[in-house]
């Protein structure tokens, strides 16, 4: 692994042994409701599959190298679900559905990329990104089960579910905690991307039933 | 009707002129913009014989797809597409890949 060039911000704070303390300590400021509200959303989609305890340190001063990991992953994690649906799939609309996952987050990730190679950042694990590693392939697993109407079903709910957990987080944590402009742009690019995705999966769910 | 009378009188006005200005430059180029997931503002006073450069500036792949399906132009990202206005009327569009994507050209005879 290439070190972290870039210092400060970009560098994780170790984390407390006492985090529960220090959060009774003081009252909650915006960056904790915000973090909780994430926390929320991402247990409401079955990805909180790490304790809230381990999601509240990776949240708690987020630093762009960890951002840049989060928005990363989740775009890598929607692509493998495109391609199992790709392999399963016998709906064009599904199918359609899938290719343009693919497709639109291979091409900001590739952006992604560039943008961390170019700012010297190497992205870095943690608690969120597992969080979302761990649920996806546990979607994975039960989605490789079913087939037919009911695979289409399942991975088209997943879909809707998903988008609607990365958007959220976008929304309250990613971007109003990424200090990098360019970095905050291009999570404003996958924001419109998530939500114009989003909204495609729901109608395509309300035709599948 | 009264605007379309006037254009033919235009053009046989020019005709007489000895075609010195054909038709063909009244028609004019506009273009619209695709970036960040949106369709860029639809210029007004659109004609039909103008031609509209569909530019993709976005990251992702669209395309310009007329709901009536009289035009459906591919648009991969850092390129552009043109139409020619055949016909008025309100034709609606939209991305193919992004149905949250879409306008309504509004074109003149």
């Known amino acids: ?209 | 009707m009264k605007r379309g009378g006037m254009a033919v009188l235009a053009v046989g006005i020019m005709a007489l002129a000895g075609g010195l200005l054909p038709a063909a430059a009244m028609a004019r180029t506009y273009t619209i913009v695709i970036d960040k997931m949106t369709f860029g503002p639809v210029p007004a006073r659109l004609r039909v014989g103008d031609t509209i450069l569909w530019v993709n500036r976005d990251l992702f792949r669209h395309t310009a797809t007329a709901k009536d399906h009289s035009f459906d132009i591919d648009l991969k990202p850092n390129k552009s597409g043109k139409l020619v206005l055949k016909r008025a009327g309100a034709i609606a569009f939209s991305c193919r890949f992004h149905p949250g994507m879409n306008g309504v050209l509004t074109v003149a005879k």
Do not use: W
């Not at chain 1, 700012?119 to 649920?135: E, F, H, I």
């Open chain 1, 1 to 209: 692994m290439v070190p972290v060039r870039v210092s400060g911000n970009l560098t994780a704070k170790p984390a407390s042994k006492h985090p529960e303390r220090e959060a009774v300590s003081r009252p909650l400021d915006e960056k904790d409701i915000a973090m909780l509200k994430t926390m929320k959303m991402l247990g409401a989609a079955g990805l909180l599959t790490v304790s809230g305890l381990a999601l509240a340190q990776g949240n708690a001063g987020i630093n762009d190298a960890q951002i840049a990991h989060i928005a990363y992953t989740a775009g890598a994690l929607d692509v493998a679900a495109g391609k199992q649906a790709l392999a399963k799939s016998k709906s064009k609309a599904v199918r359609d559905f899938a290719s343009e996952m693919v497709r639109d987050h291979e091409a900001v990730n590739k952006k992604a990329l560039a943008l961390v190679k170019k700012l010297g950042v190497t992205p870095q694990d943690n608690a969120t990104s597992k969080a979302l590693s761990a649920g996806a392939a546990k979607e994975h697993d039960a989605l490789a089960k079913l087939s037919g109407a009911a695979f289409d079903k399942a991975y088209i709910k997943n879909e809707v579910a998903f988008h609607g957990t990365v958007n959220g987080a976008l929304k309250s944590t990613l971007i109003p905690s990424a200090k990098n402009g360019e970095l905050k742009s291009l999570l404003e690019t996958g924001l419109s991307l998530f939500t114009e995705h989003q909204h495609h999966a729901e109608q395509i769910a309300a035709s599948l039933h």
